[in-house]
């Protein structure tokens, strides 16, 4: 189990990213379009980098949804590999089946 601090830091992360994304993908859209002029370009620049840090996308951290654990983070499940392998050993996850040859 991680601490739930840095679980509920990752929270914060998902909501500000959630609130800040369309603002963020207009001026990125602004940045990128080569036809804008320098100065427009260089303001959308310094829009984007006055916004929070953790406003960003890319800051937020995959996590185990049960453990909060953040290494070895299965996306179509939603946990890590430990949980994921007790849930499917208990046949709790549906479809799932541990293989034996």
């Known amino acids: 189990m991680s601490k739930t ?3 509920y830091r990752n929270l914060k ?3 500000l990213a959630e609130k800040y994304a369309n603002r963020r993908s207009k001026l990125k859209e602004v940045v990128m379009d080569k036809s804008a002029s320098p100065e427009e370009r260089f303001q959308a620049t310094l829009k984007l ?5 953790n406003s960003a996308k890319i800051r937020v951290r995959n996590r185990c949804k049960l453990t909060g654990r953040s290494r ?10 430990v949980e994921l392998r007790d849930l499917a050993s208990f046949g709790e996850i549906p479809g799932l089946v541990k293989s034996s040859w």
């Open 72 to 81: 070895s983070y299965y996306r179509k499940f939603g946990l890590s590999r």
């Open 5 to 7: 601090s840095s679980v």
């Open 13 to 15: 992360r998902v909501k």
């Open 49 to 53: 980098a006055s916004m929070p840090r």
